[in-house]
């Protein structure tokens, strides 16, 4: 006996590509009568006379052959639509009495486990609401549900749901982007992968902090990346979630007849959140989550003799270390980037003096690579070092015009992983992180004198290439940042002792 299997998926695209057809030939044809039933004699004799006749014949036959071909498709079209309607129909009416079936069996299956235990034994855990946490997946087989978003009156993100014996970890909630100048809330911690089998789950992204306000003019601090989740025996640990950046600073009060306040000072960005380790058996590390950049400073205030001074950039969050390849097989993750310095404030400008700008923050250290499996296993790159903040442009002023913000000094690069035991090379280190340059002094409009410019930041190191064991190769060591003093580079690692080369200095 023969058998037919039809996807009505299949069958809905392949009528919307007949539809197509037909309006693209549809089109073809009108734009070619023109050119082809009415053809212009190119000349005044009867010769060509008769030749255009004869193609002008030729092509009115065409279009009346085209006109049925249309006829025929169109019903070829409404055809296979119509197959594609009760094919559809036919397989609704099927599903329906099955998925009955199969809740009726799943609520049997699960009842005596979620009645002791108050979980099921097959099926998904639900995601979190806001703020709350994921519920685990079934204990012989499920995904853990996802976190809920922070909210105002809980700012974590929820914690994703474990797996059982067999699944995935739940996502982590993302933070709560504060407002007022409070700190951002955490993310939320991936969810563990399942025992047997599974990958953990992501880490949640931290909150923003909030802008600085009159009562809090300082940036609020980014919240941390959460966690990501441990896998079992075999799975990849899940990614840590980046940090929150850090909110800007407050403009700087006005001063009236005196002189104008300093801006407010940015918020720190949030550090990012440790990958999650590999399975037991084999699986590799997580990802460290990146650091949050900090937030830029404040604008200094108006004032009728001086203007106010900037405020100072937040400092960038540090990224998270990778996590750990799994105990015989198995990379170590990749350490975080660090985040960006935040940018100084500028000075105000007034008529008898301007505000100095304010400085540029130093940029966040990068996370360290995971360490590769026992047996078998790469070590993971260091994170690089986050970019130093710019400094803030001094205010223009009469007679004396404000200074400019120095520039902030790029973070240092963070160590590669090391190989495993038996087999595996070392990670390479990260890169350290540029340092900003300072910024411009302000202009004196009458003498046309300015303010000195700002110092430059220094360049971050490069991290230390990751050593191998016995067989491998070291991990390269990471370039130092640029930057008025440039930073060292890292040290490449030694190779393995039975057999490898070593890593090249950064």
Do not use: C
């Amino acid at each position: 006996m023969s058998y037919l299997t039809v996807a009505p998926e299949a069958l809905s695209a392949a009528t919307s590509d007949a539809a197509e057809i037909g309006s693209a030939l549809a089109a073809a044809n009108a734009a070619a009568a023109a050119r082809t039933a009415g053809l212009l004699s190119a000349g005044g004799d009867e010769v060509s006379a008769a030749i255009a006749a004869v193609f002008s014949a030729h092509g009115v036959q065409y279009q009346a052959i085209s006109a049925q071909m249309a006829q025929f498709h169109r019903q070829f079209a409404q055809a296979l639509s119509a197959a594609n309607r009760s094919y559809a129909l036919a397989e609704a009416a099927n599903v329906s009495p099955l998925q009955a079936i199969e809740q009726q069996l799943l609520a049997a299956i699960n009842a005596p486990t979620q009645t002791l235990l108050g979980r099921p034994l097959i099926g998904n855990g639900a995601d979190g609401a806001p703020g709350q946490n994921g519920a685990a997946g079934g204990l012989l087989w499920g995904n853990g549900g996802a976190g809920g978003a922070g909210t105002a009156t809980h700012t974590a993100g929820g914690n994703g749901g474990d797996a059982g014996l067999i699944g995935n970890g739940g996502a982590g909630g993302a933070g709560f982007n504060a407002g007022n100048g409070a700190a951002g809330g955490a993310g939320g911690a991936g969810g563990h992968g399942g025992w047997l089998y599974g990958n953990g789950g992501v880490g949640g992204v931290g909150g923003t902090g909030g802008a600085g306000v009159p009562a809090v003019p300082t940036g609020g601090d980014g919240g941390a990346g959460g966690v990501g989740g441990a896998a079992g025996l075999w799975g990849d640990g899940g990614a840590g979630g980046a940090g929150g950046q850090g909110g800007a600073g407050r403009v700087g009060a006005a001063g009236g007849a005196s002189s104008g306040g300093t801006g407010g000072h940015g918020g720190v960005g949030g550090i990012g959140g440790s990958g999650g380790a590999g399975g037991w058996v084999a699986g590799n590390g997580g990802a460290g989550g990146a650091g949050g950049a900090g937030g830029m400073g404040g604008m200094g205030g108006t004032g009728a003799s001086i203007g106010g001074g900037g405020g100072t950039g937040g400092a960038g969050g540090t990224g998270a270390a990778g996590g750990d390849g799994g105990w015989l097989f198995g990379d170590g993750g990749s350490g975080g980037a660090g985040g960006a310095g935040g940018q100084g404030g500028a000075g105000r400008g007034s008529e008898i003096g301007g505000g100095a700008g304010g400085a540029g923050s130093v940029g966040g250290a990068g996370g360290a690579g995971g360490t590769g499996a026992w047996l078998f296993g790469n070590g993971g790159s260091g994170g690089a070092g986050g970019a130093g903040g710019m400094g803030g442009n001094g205010g223009n002023g009469v007679g004396n015009p404000g200074d400019g913000g120095d520039g902030g000094g790029g973070g240092a690069g963070a160590s590669g992983g090391d190989g495993g035991w038996l087999w595996g090379s070392g990670g390479n280190g990260g890169s350290g992180g540029a340092g900003r340059d300072g910024a411009d002094g302000g202009v004196d409009p009458k003498s046309g004198r300015t303010g000195a410019t700002g110092d430059g930041g220094d360049g971050g190191d490069g991290g230390d290439g990751g050593d191998a064991a016995l067989v491998g190769n070291g991990g390269n060591g990471g370039a130092g940042g640029s930057g008025v003093t440039d930073g060292a580079g890292g040290r490449g690692g030694a190779g393995g002792g039975l057999y490898g080369t070593p890593g090249m200095s950064g």
